[in-house]
Each structure stands twice: as structure tokens, then as C-alpha cells.
């Protein structure tokens, strides 16, 4: 009897592990599908025409994506400026001032910002940037996106300067150099991959959000004319795009995923190779 | 190897940072390099204002029309806020919603276009008939199958399938849904009463599509779909549309002569006020709903440059640009109501100056 | 294991050798050295200074909805901008059926996945399913709603739901045509894109779990399920339901992948096959036309609720993760 209940653990056992495989390779599936999907469809969609033209009017075939690939660059270039300093100077804070009642309520809004939607940021990014100005404009939408970059690069780079031992701290106090030199000069650069990889990995982020976008750099069928007009963004475009009737525009809208995913793998994998062999911050 | 990399993701980023920095330095050309001018509004005309945008961006190269196709709801909201420099709609303004724009707001009708009943139904591609009674009790939700009794006796020669009627309509504010909505209201109390009219109501039943281009392509997605689009949607993605039984009692095929003879028939009405509903024209010929789209400019205008190339480019759809119109099965302006629009344009000021050199 | 071991909790933080710096250097008046722990600090507090504002202007513009409603605003479920009356109730439903049956579907999906990765697989297979696993993550909502409208809601309305109706039509969950796109839709999206989230916090839970425990519970003679059962879930438990409520957080607020699903009808329905309408949708897809600036109010009232729904979730998922990690180890995302 003892052999029979042995013999039923086991089987559970057996049972569970083959459930928990599956599960796991259940929920690899919808990715490889996604994936195929997007290879497949976007492959023959994309050409030279795709990168170098500007879109064409409505229900003609043709034309191309460049001026929304242009668009999605700049405004993650622009949304450094508002994301990195409050990102990388308040995880500085942080980690070597930030162990104290503030601290912790400057770490606890950044987990909340980090789970907000980013509509709600873009209302904010519409009520504070766009009515004023009067204007869609890419730096409203830069905006938005600067706000959904903090909580990643904040994070980021709070582990990584914590991670540099108190002794390099120690050795250059003992050595007479002033605490913000210490900070500055000496941490700070030897946390730098570690933080590089947070900015890269905000901007992966970044780059494919849609719902703050559709109502602050709101759309531009030509090249931008500077920041304060309308932009064209690529995961804006995919949106309009899809939800049109027209095949063509169907077909760049797959072509326009392919190459959304295709620029943040490769942030992400650059985000492997910067860290190899060393310690990856949590995402 | 990993410094190698590090400077890799350097040169990344600054080769990003030098982008934003072209572009935040070309800021301050704007003024002198070309012009932006940024509208936004109905999807109803957007096939054909695209084609002029693109157009005319060779006529005068000076400069470029932004237009946005987010719905007439849109383009009415954000020129009351003045975030745009133009708005488009195809639902005319009341007197009492004019008087709540910050200045004096003109409709300048640049086209008429259909709206048209598509349908997708596997097996039946053209002549599907349909009366106004059996539209609005579709839209109600009353007749719920393809194979009902009673669009099977108005279509005797077709076999519609047993498949349930899946009804699309806006989820966005629409001056299409404006159009087709003061049609049902005229033609049904129920409607009326139960549901109203507007760029935004509380449909009974269906499926939301963000735009004509959203319902389009619901329909064309959907097996049994129906759906209510400006005739180019329709045309550009191969949709059928439905015959309809207009006021006149003949059934009449949305095409381009309908529709201009459904203006040709309101004409003594446009020309008191172009605001005026045009659904349910009575004429022989008339399809029953139609509607004309307008651009909604400012009278007094704040700059001067925009100003004067909004003024230009409008001038020239009203003439030149009507030549692109029925390419795309939208109806030209009669010559009588281009008069009166000309003398609208002319109205267009800055600091009391027209900005339209004499033509 | 960092540094924030040695940092204590919120209610008896501990010194580091730049508190001890600082505090001599304030005697000293080290103005340089101030000045520096000064501006860290304004720039940090930017983070808060956001929120408070983002809340304040959004509490300011939605003030017109919020007082011609009240709280009927929340039970309400007529949406008539023409008539000007407003209530957020279809979209509460649509935002809280749609995540929780996201949950429904990807909990055990999830969980299962991390623990076979976690306790069971090989390190050879962790590292890749991992990896594949954290670059779903990364796909935009833009992508995975393209992928829905062509591929996902195709299948569901040929496939799926015709089957699904025949089985278990006389359930009110399964009638109504098949329309393809509508709750479901939005359900199964909604489970693939909060899945690698939760999977990726439950395995830090699961790595954190001392290994002491699993060998006591073998060192007594459990399987390796039985172990895992007793030992490590347990401990983990309020770990693992953080990372659950974490994915409840991430599934109210997507936005772009259930617009383009979920069929865009205000309207309360039983049936899963039905369309519906969630919180961030409708704010999508009428907030740049809103008619009146009353409409636009009552659209801000729904994100003010949105922002309020997900700052209280994150809340309750950080404390329960925290209570497992350890304060300062913040738990990924």
C-alpha cells in the first residue's frame, strides 16, 4: 500500500512537471506566432520604397513609412531630454542620499508612474504641453514619452550605483576628495554600463508606445517641420493604418511592425552585449 | 570586445542626439522654410483631400497641408481650441454651436459626397435593394437576419444566406454618422424619438469603427457585416453598396450623377444657407443620402502667411481642385453655389484686411 | 546579493558612510558637497512632483463631470454625448472582464511556466524559454492588436467561437454571434501581453525562496512537486499573488491592443462573444474629438478613475512583493 501511494506521488509528480512544461512552452507560442507572422507579412512588405518615401494619399498604392521612422527616432531622442536627467540624477539621489522617509516615497511614486497607462500620461502631456502651445507638437509627445522613460532609468540606475562597493566610496573620502567629487567622477562612471543599459532599455520601451502619442505629436503625412508641428511616429501610423480598409496600407502596416521590432530587439540585445559578464540590472 | 560595444551604443545614442538637435535647430528656420499648416476633421472627404493636399503641395510649393482624418467630432473640437489651423466637417455648425467658437467661424462647402449602405456577404457582390423602413429597422436591431422575409421580398432574384446581420457603425464623432442619422430620423418617428441625431448617438445595436476607414474595414473583415461609408470607401476597396428607394419612390444606385442630383435638387435651399441638410432630396434621381463636407476657417485669420495660403488653397479647390472630385465619386460644387462660396473665401481677414489678393 | 542589505526599512533606516560624510560635513558647512546632495535631491523629487501634478490637473478638468454626476457617474450606463449624459459603468465592466479574464487565462499560464523554469528545467533550456519569454514583454500593444485584428479575432470568429458555442452555448457566456472581434478578443490579447510579466516577477519570487527550504522538504522525502508545493509556494505566496495583481495593474491600463479588438460598444453584456468597450478605449478613441467640454470632462474623469484603480493596485501588489523580497530589493516591474 505504502508502494501504491509512492507510486501515485510519483505520477503527480510526472503529472505536475508535464503540465508546468507545457504551460511554459503555451506561453512561448503566441510569440512564435506573432513573430512568424510578422516575418512573414512584413518580409514582403518591406522595400526600398518603404524607408526612403513618404506616404501617399489615401487608397493609392505605394509609398512608404520614412518620414514615421524618422519621427519615432526623434521623439525618443527628445524624450531623453526629459526622461534621463530626473532619471539618471534622481537615481543618483537615490542610492547614495536615499535612505530616508523621502527616498522611499521618491521610489514608491516611481513604481506607481511605472504602472500608470500611458493615455493617462498622454491626457497630462495634452493638458500641460499642447493646450498651452496651442499646437500638436512632437514636444508634447516627447514629453509623454520622457515621463514613461523615468521609473526604468530611475531604477536602473539606483541598483547599479548601489552595486559599486562602499570601499571605493571609503578609499576616496580617505583620499581627500570631496563626497559629490566621489560620486561624480569615480561611481558614477564605473556604474556606467549598468546605466546605459537602463536608458537603452527605457527607450525599447518607449519606442513602441501608441495611446500618449495619438493626442500629442497626433500625426504628419509630410516631413516634420521642426518641434512644435504635428510628427509622424511609427506605432501611430501601424495603428491607422490597421484599422483602414485598404490592403496596401495593410501590407506597410506589417512592414511598419517588422521594423518597430526589429529596432527594439536590437536595443535589447545591445543591452546584453554592453553587460556581458556583468550584473544586468532587474528590469 | 565590450568596449568595442559600449562605444557602439554611444555612437547610437548621440547619433539619436544629433537627430533631435537638426531638428531642434531647424526650429528656427520654420518660419522661413516651408510653411506647415495643420487641419483636422472628417474622414468623409479624406480620399479626396489627401489628393489635393498632395496635389496642390506642386501648385505652391511654399507650403504643406497637414490634414488628419479624425473624425468631423475632431475637427469641429479642435479648431474651437485653435490647435489646428483648419477644421473639416461634414456636420454644418448651428447657430447656437457658432456662437460658442471664440471668433467668427465660416463653412466653406468644398464637395458632396454619399453616403452609401456596404455590405459584405459572401456570394452576393452588387445589387443588394434595400427601403429606408428595412435600414432603419436593421440599425435598430429589429431585423436581425440576412435571410429576413423582408429583405428577401425586395430582393427576389438573390439568395441571401440563413447568417446573422452584424451591424458596424461609428465609434468616433462623425459628420458621417450626422448624415446618416438626420436620414433615419427623417424618415422614421421610431428613429426620431428612440435614437436622435448627431455626430455621436446611442446606437442600438453593432460594432464601433474608429472613422470611415474603421468601419470600411470592419466590413471588409466581417462576413455579414453592414456598415454605412462615404461612397469612395467604398468604391477604393471593392464594397458593394446598396440600392435604395429614395423619396421619389425609385430605387437609385449611389453614384456620382445621384449625388449630384441630389445637390442639383436642394439648390434653392444651399443657396439661402449651405448649412442645410440635403438627405432624402426629392428628384427622380437623387440617392437618398448625401450630404456636402466643408472646411471650417476662421473669418480673422492670426497670421498673416497661413492665413493667406489657407485662403489660396481654398480658392483653388473650388475651382481646380473640383477636377479630382469625381475620380474619386465625390460631387463637384454646382457653378451657383461656387459663386457664393467665392464671396465666403473673399470674407477671410487679418486685422480686417482681406488676405485674398483681388481675383 | 547588493548593497540594500544593508540598508534597513522604512521606519529605521540605516546609515551609509555618505549619511555619516554628510552629517559631518554639515558641521564643516561643505557647501559644494550640499549643494550636490541638494540637487539630486529637487531632481528626484521630480518624480513626485509629476504625479501630484499629473493627479491635480486631471482632478481640475474632470471638476464639471464630477459635480453635475457624482457618484451615480460610476453606476451609470448610458454614454450619449448628443444628450450630454454620461456614465462610466460600461466601461468599468468592459476594463474589469476583460483583465480578469486575461487573469483567467494567463495565472496559470504564468505560474506554471516559471515554476517548470524555475525548479525544474535544466539551465541549458531556462536561459532561452526565459529569454523568449521577456521578449514578449517587450513587443508594443500597437503590434500584438495588429496581430489580433488579422490573425487572433479571423480564427476566433471561424474557429473558436463557432466551436465554443455549440459546447457551451446554453452558458449566457456563449451566445450571440460570432463576431470575431469583442471581449474574448480582448481577453486572450490582454493574457499574452500580461503572461511575461507575470512569469518573469513570479521567477524572481520563486529565486528568492531560500534553497534551505526545498532541501528540508526533500531532505524529508518529498517528490520534487510535493516540494516545491510545500516549500516554496508557500513561502512565495504573497510574492506570487503581488506579481498576479502586478499583471491585474498592466491589463487595465493597455490600451492600443483592446481598441483594436474589442469592438467599441458602450454596452453591458453577458456574453463573451459580445463587443464592449473598456476605460482606456473609449479615452483613445474620443478624446481628440470630444463635442462639448463637457464630453471632454467626463473623458477625464474616466482617466482620473483609471489613474486611481491602477495607483491602488500597484499599491497592493508592491506591498505583497516587498513582504517577500525584502524592502529595497524592488521586485522587477
Redo the contacts between chains.
Sequence with gaps: MTFDRYLR??A??LL??T??????A???V??L??LG??LSQGAKAVNLDFFTQLP????EVGGGMANAI?GT??L???A??VGL??GI??????A??????????????????????????G??A???V??PM???S?LAGAFALG?IM??TV??ATE?LI??V??SV??AG?ALGI???KV??RIVVPSA??GI?TG??LAL??I?????PL??TA?????W???????IASL?VQ???Y??????DW?RQ??AG?LV??AM??IL?I?TR??T??QYRP?? | MSRVCQWMVVGALSTIALTALESLSSMSREISAQMLINGAGASFPNPLYSKWFSEYAKVDPSARFNYQSIGSGGGIRQIKAGIVDFGASDAALSDGELKQMPRELLHIPTVAGAVVITYNLPGVQRGLKLTPDVLVQIYLGQVTKWNDPKIASLNPNISLPDQQIIVVHRSDGSGTTNIFTTYLSRISKTWATQVGKGTSVNWPVGLGGKGNEGVAGQVKQIPGAIGYVELAYADQNKLPSAILKNQAGRFVEPTLEATSATVAGAITELLKDMRVPIVNSPGERAYPIAGLTYLLAYKEQDDQKKGAALAKFLWWAIHDGQKYAPGLLYAPLPPQLVKVVEAKIKQITFQGKPVLAAH | MTNSDQRGNFLEPEASPTDFVLTQSAKGANLADRLFRGTTLCFAFGVVAIMALMAGMMVRSAIPAITTFGWPFLFTSTWDPVAEQFGALPFVYGTVVSSLLALLIAVPLSLGGAIFLVELAPSWLAQPLGFLIELLASIPSVVYGLWGIFVLAPWLRTTVQPILGALFGFLPFFQGPAYGVGMLAAGIILAIMVAPLISGVSREVLMAVPNSQREAALALGATRWEAIRIAVLSYGRSGIIGAIILGLGRALGETMAVTMVIGNRPEIAASLFAPGYTMASVIANEFTEATSDFHLAALIEIGLLLFGVTIIVNTLARLLLWSVAGNGATARE
Excluded at chain 1, 501617399?56 to 487608397?59: D, F, I, Y
Excluded at chain 1, 540624477?89 to 537615490?94: F, H, M, T
Excluded at chain 1, 490597421?242 to 490592403?247: K, Q
Design positions: 506521488r510519483k503527480i509528480n505536475v512537471s503540465l508546468a512544461f507545457l504551460c511554459a503555451i506561453t512561448i503566441p510569440l506566432m506573432i507572422h510578422l501617399k494619399p489615401v487608397g524618422v527616432l526623434i525618443i531622442g527628445l531623453c531630454l536627467p530626473i540624477i534622481g537615481g543618483i539621489y537615490l547614495e542620499f536615499g535612505n530616508n522617509r523621502t527616498g522611499w516615497l521618491v521610489r514608491f511614486m516611481s513604481d506607481v508612474l511605472n504602472g500608470t497607462p500611458s493615455i493617462v500620461i491626457i497630462f495634452y493638458t500641460v499642447v493646450l496651442r499646437r500638436f512632437a515621463i523615468i521609473p530611475i531604477r541598483e548601489k552595486l562597493p562602499i566610496r571609503e573620502l570631496p563626497l559629490w560620486i561624480l556606467k554600463a546605459v536608458v537603452l525599447a520601451r519606442a513602441g508606445e501608441t495611446a495619438l493626442f497626433f500625426g504628419n503625412r509630410f516634420h517641420q521642426g518641434l512644435g508641428q504635428p506605432p501601424i495603428f491607422t490597421a484599422i483602414s480598409p485598404f490592403e495593410h502596416a506589417w511592425a518597430l521590432i527594439i530587439l535589447n545591445l552585449i554592453v556581458r559578464g532587474m528590469k
